[in-house]
């Protein structure tokens, strides 16, 4: 037993002299934990979020609908857009503006509420603009339209449903019944009767979504619930951006995967340099002709190179394995992925430069990879996230990389729409390089 207790001596005498391996135990699981705990707002009052911006047009001047869109401005998880800049100031939005702003990235969804949105004819007409380029986002926006429509505005269905009876059996017979409706209502549970009326004649209790029963019933009674609401409302469906794309879930989610694979990778090289120190390449090759930029431009090519054959490779193998189409838009996606990897070649030679050993550098690089890939939307939207923590995600690499990618392979832009997002990779790539070289010039990596 004596022999056993000091072997674990041992271990933890080792363990506390292994600063990267106290570095993955222990600080980068908290700083991970406090971060999500940021983002989702635990432990106390959580973040400002903007919400999820949805452009909202309104051409109806019924008092319902007006009443509906407060409820949807009231409704944390949305960002409502009802203006437009313009030369003389902001302006109301208009149907024409949907499509030419989402195709520019301002917003996902959009709905616009025609004059005629309480019909007759129709029940209740909306039109409902979107670009699905995140299914969770998607999933929530619909969740959350429809939560609103049926619990903050009942009244618009109820007033649906009244115009369609009106159509069926003549206003007088529908006057007449609501009359003997709030009579019944006032006799049994109390109230005015003329208030009753008045209510019911403005749509107000005529609908109650009934509750959901428990158990096998549940999904026969929501689909019979579906099918009842189809009779009263019309929802006219558009996609905007990414409708013909082939595989839209692997498409929107092979980006954010690639880069997060390509980081390790790269990162893994670059800390290949303190292995080669240790065994005295450096002194060998600079006591000839070689200059020490000349090994440091010589790995940043390789990880470039590396990483290239790497997106290419993961691109390809989602071609073949979930049907992502990327043959027709091939060279825009060979360009977004050289920028890409050469960002991730320099965010590890960086790496490098300010680790002290090669353990150091993989568990720092481990911490920002993680973070970079949570900011970056690699993960789940940043719409969720708060707004400070929206800004921070667009200083990642990861961001600006899956943002190329979604715009070649989703959205189909033309070279010079995906000209900023290679600007901006280019730019990290410099300035992370200066910062890399700065750093080995003054480091003792090649000594």
């Not at 009231?74 to 109301?92: C, H, M, V, Y």
């Not at 002290?356 to 996230?385: D, H, K, N």
């Not at 961001?399 to 033309?414: C, D, K, P, R, S």
Request: with cysteine; charged share 15%; net charge neutral.
């Amino acid at each position: 037993m004596k022999s056993i207790l000091v072997l674990v001596r041992k271990d933890f005498a080792n363990f506390r002299r292994d600063r990267a391996g106290m570095l993955l135990t222990f600080l980068i699981p908290l700083i991970l934990i406090v971060f999500f705990g940021k983002v989702f707002g635990l432990g106390g009052a959580s973040a400002e979020r903007p919400g999820i911006p949805l452009a909202v047009v309104n051409q109806s001047t019924d008092p319902l609908v007006n009443k509906f869109i407060d409820a949807l401005r009231k409704e944390d998880s949305f960002t409502l857009i009802t203006t437009q800049p313009s030369a003389n100031g902001p302006r109301a939005l208009a149907e024409s503006d949907i499509r030419p702003l989402m195709q520019a990235d301002r917003f996902h969804f959009a709905i616009v509420i025609p004059a005629d949105a309480i019909s007759t004819q129709g029940g209740v007409h909306v039109k409902y603009f979107t670009n699905p380029n995140n299914q969770i986002e998607t999933e929530m926006v619909s969740g959350l339209l429809q939560k609103v429509a049926f619990t903050s505005s009942p009244q618009l269905l109820g007033r649906a449903m009244q115009a369609r009876m009106r159509d069926a059996v003549g206003s007088t017979r529908t006057e007449a019944f609501d009359h003997s409706l709030a009579a019944n209502i006032a006799r049994t549970f109390g109230g005015d009767e003329n208030e009753i009326f008045k209510s019911l004649r403005e749509g107000g209790g005529v609908f109650s979504p009934p509750e959901s029963p428990a158990g096998a019933d549940a999904d026969e009674a929501g689909v019979g619930l579906n099918r009842f609401l189809q009779q009263f409302v019309h929802v006219e469906k558009e996609q905007v951006v990414g409708a013909d794309v082939k595989s839209p879930q692997a498409t929107q989610m092979i980006g954010g995967w690639a880069m997060q694979f390509l980081l390790f990778a790269v990162t893994s090289s670059a800390a290949a340099l303190f292995a080669e120190r240790e065994r005295g390449l450096f002194q060998r090759i600079l006591s000839g002709p070689t200059r020490r930029s000349d090994i440091l431009w010589s790995k940043f090519l390789f990880g470039m190179i590396l990483g290239l054959v790497q997106l290419l490779v993961l691109f390809f193998a989602g071609h073949f394995l979930f049907n992502i189409e990327i043959a027709p838009y091939l060279g825009r996606l060979a360009l977004v992925c050289i920028c890409a990897a050469a960002s991730c070649a320099s965010f590890g030679m960086l790496i490098a430069s300010i680790a002290s050993s090669q353990e150091a550098a993989r568990g720092f690089s481990t911490l920002v990879i993680l973070l970079m890939s949570a900011l970056g939307g690699a993960w789940f939207p940043i719409s969720l996230m708060p707004a400070a923590v929206q800004t921070m995600a667009h200083f990642t690499l990861v961001f600006w990389a899956i943002e190329g990618f979604m715009q070649v392979l989703w959205a189909h832009a033309t070279l010079l729409q995906i000209l900023p997002t290679i600007g901006v990779l280019v730019g990290i790539t410099a300035l992370v390089m200066s910062v890399a070289w700065w750093r080995f010039a003054r480091g003792a990596i090649f000594d």
